[in-house]
């Protein structure tokens, strides 16, 4: 029976509660444990940034192989998996005794399940769907990371006051696959290839196949994952350190996860404006005005600001960092188009993993000088000659 042609917005906001809650839960959560956690393990920052970068580490390094798999077999299935290794994941913190513990399961079942559930899957299966109208798709479908990031720290942090950390995790571990099991069992109805029988067009560009030499043999690709390395490192720097940064500053747990769901609230914003704008506007352009908010808030984070300069910082991090998942779907989705998406947003994956030295580092760098700043100067600094490079960034019509 031929599919519905708005079945595919269907697909949207599925992969929007996808990535709402384990982008949610495993990214925007992480700092609100941290500070519990130094103390039930008598360990320093850097050290417990370790747990973090083991997270990112094993996403980039998954994705290539795991992203292949999303153009060669049922997403549902895939999908499906992820969800229950992310709640394994999280059952298995909530019994952590010890903080070896803690880095194995950032290292093995979250970032499995976050690979295979959220944003690499969601991107994928949007970019197989959508032809027209593609950026804007994956806009909404990106918002779903900061409306987790709005909703479940401000209930991770009333969890934590009323139950300690432990229990906490284990109302997580079950939200997550109690949501989000069955949802996609049953959403999940055809795979991508289906958009054919709704009437949707094909484009020359989606049906090419692309060998991993030919895509990592062009500019099209090293270029915005030169941009988006440094963008990613100050992410992780600021937003994996936000519960001890906020500490620090005189204000509580409550406080960060307000920071947090203000981020996230902007990032909402900034992914429709970026998303809207991609398929419109020179994605270089898009790109430095990404730029600009970011450095923006990382000035605005030096020194010992108040409350009020705290959240207009939160806010311009999370229009500029808003921006990345969006863009990074549009770039490569019209130069390189979805035959062989999973497999390309893999690789870009792998790569970005060098953008998790950004959290770990702010943690080295606070060990040593006890201050974030120097983190957000390191920060300023990558940016600018990564938009330089950006100037040589192919146009759309080059990758047809």
Known sequence: MPLSPHYRWTIVALT?????????????????????????????????????????????LASPFLGRLFDQYS???????????????????????????????????????????GTLASQTLVSKWFTRNRSLAIGISASGTSMGGF??????????????????????????????APLNFFALKAPPRAREESGLKVQALDLKAWTSRQILGTRMFWIPVVGLIPINAAFGGVQFNLGAYVADLGFDQASAAQLIAVTSLTMIFGKFMFGGLG?????RKLYWLMVILLAGSLVLYQGSPGWTELVLAASLQGFATGGVMPMMGIMYASRFGTFSFGRVLGFVNMFLMIGSFGSICSGWIFDIFQSYDYAFRLFLTLLVPCSIAMIWLPEREEGL
């Open 16 to 60: 929007l509660v996808n990535q709402a809650v384990s982008v949610g839960i495993i990214i925007y959560c992480f700092t609100l444990f941290v500070v519990p956690w130094l103390e039930a393990f008598a360990i320093s920052r850097g050290q417990m940034m370790l747990a973090i970068f083991c997270l990112q580490a094993t996403v980039g």
């Open 75 to 117: 997403i549902r299935t895939l999908v499906i998996i992820g969800v229950i290794s992310i709640s394994l994941g999280l059952f298995g913190l909530s019994q952590a005794r010890h903080f070896w513990q803690v880095a194995i399961l950032y290292a093995t079942f979250l970032p499995v399940g976050l690979v295979l559930c």
């Open 151 to 180: 909703i479940f720290p401000l209930l991770t942090a009333e969890l934590i006051i009323a139950f300690e950390w432990q229990t906490s995790l284990l109302v997580l571990s079950g939200l997550s696959l109690m949501i989000l």
């Open 279 to 283: 398929d419109r506007v020179d994605h």
